[in-house]
């Protein structure tokens, strides 16, 4: 079944009266991997923690917007409500594993914190049977393991176990390899994405590496400066661009054929909310600024639907 299972609709957030992201939208369907790609700073984990409503508070505040998840509106949930969501529905992994885990608890204890929602009888089954997908030759060994005693990738492999463990519909994967050494991160996508596809949990996955969007995301959305650019299907977002930020951004992609002279970094960098106004955010790097991008954004060029003083939203 491939229903709509997450609709994000015109999220803005602010941390007091500075707004860092605007109107954000995007679907995501049941069992899909969905990749929010973009420079740093440009708002992919205020969007991705706004759902499950993890943003740091009192600063944060969401200033309009609706998440839908499974037909519910998760802002406007009371909090014993969204806290069974965030345990049984929502998966989270993390940049940094060691963060996830309570360095003095057994790697099994925390697996079955897990599984707390499940029948008893039925939790241990369950947690070997992740170690298992996970790649863990000797679960019973690794429920008896401490965190000092694994490497990066094994502890990545044991929160992407804790995300799943409750069965939940949506992983929200941030940055998740980018903390590992490169040789194991591909290693680890792999197990990711495939226990998410064995376990029908659809993806969003956060990530600044074009290739890492390329290779594991179904469709991507490309956000800039707190918006969304541009949304597609990953081969048509990565084969025919038509954001001028997606294409700034392509050109920066290391691949096959191209050699260095081709690498095109995109001068300067992603303008600080302090200074968002009406004018296109983009216009102080883009290759086609005109003298009209500070009042009207892209729309001046008739590329797509025109939002005045925002980013043109290309939705494939
Ligand atoms: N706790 C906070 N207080 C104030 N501003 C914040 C806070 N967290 C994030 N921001 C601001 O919100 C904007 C978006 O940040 P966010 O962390 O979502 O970026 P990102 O796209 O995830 O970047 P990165 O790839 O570096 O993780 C940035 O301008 C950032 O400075
Ligand atoms: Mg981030």
């Known amino acids: ?14 941390f007091g009266d500075v707004q860092v992201t605007d109107n954000v939208c ?18 992919k984990s205020v969007t991705a923690m706004a759902i499950p409503k993890l943003l740091p508070q009192p600063s944060a505040k969401i200033v309009s917007g609706e998440i839908i998840l499974e037909g519910k509106n998760l ?19 993390f940049q940094e594993p060691m963060q996830a885990l309570n360095p003095v608890v057994s790697i099994g204890t925390q697996l079955l914190e897990a599984v707390r929602f499940m029948p008893k009888e ?15 030759k000797d679960p019973e060994r690794i429920l008896k393991s401490y965190p000092h005693e694994m490497s990066g990738g094994m502890l990545q492999r044991i929160v992407i176990c804790i995300a799943l463990a409750p069965k939940p519909s ?42 890492l969007a390329a ?34 951004l ?22 600080s909310p302090k200074d968002f106004d009406k004018g296109c955010r983009f216009r102080f790097r883009c290759e086609f600024v005109k003298g009209e991008c500070d009042k009207l954004g892209y729309g001046v060029w008739g590329m797509g639907r025109m939002r005045i003083g925002v980013l043109v939203f290309y939705d494939s």
């Open 170 to 211: 949506l992983v929200i994967a941030d940055e998740p390899t980018t903390a590992l050494d490169a040789n194991i991160q591909t290693a680890v996508m792999d197990i990711l994405k495939s226990m998410c596809k064995s376990e029908n949990a659809a993806m969003l996955l956060i990530t600044h590496n074009a290739h």
């Open 215 to 248: 290779k594991y995301a179904d469709r991507i959305a490309v956000m800039y400066a707190g918006q969304i650019a541009e949304t597609g299907k990953t081969s048509e977002v990565f084969n025919t661009p038509k954001h001028p930020y997606t294409k700034a």
């Open 26 to 43: 995007f679907n995501i369907s049941s069992g899909e991997i969905f990749a929010l790609m973009g420079e740093s700073g440009c708002g």
């Open 122 to 136: 039925k939790r241990l089954k369950r947690i070997k049977e992740l170690l298992t997908k996970a790649e863990f």
């Open 75 to 93: 802002l406007e949930l009371p909090s014993k409500a969204l806290y069974e969501i965030r345990g049984k529905k929502i998966g989270c992994v």
């Open 1 to 14: 079944m491939n229903f709509e299972l997450l609709s994000v609709r015109n999220l803005s957030v602010a």
């Open 250 to 271: 392509l050109k920066v992609v290391p691949a096959k054929g191209k050699t260095l002279a081709d690498l095109k970094p995109i001068p300067g960098s992603v303008l």
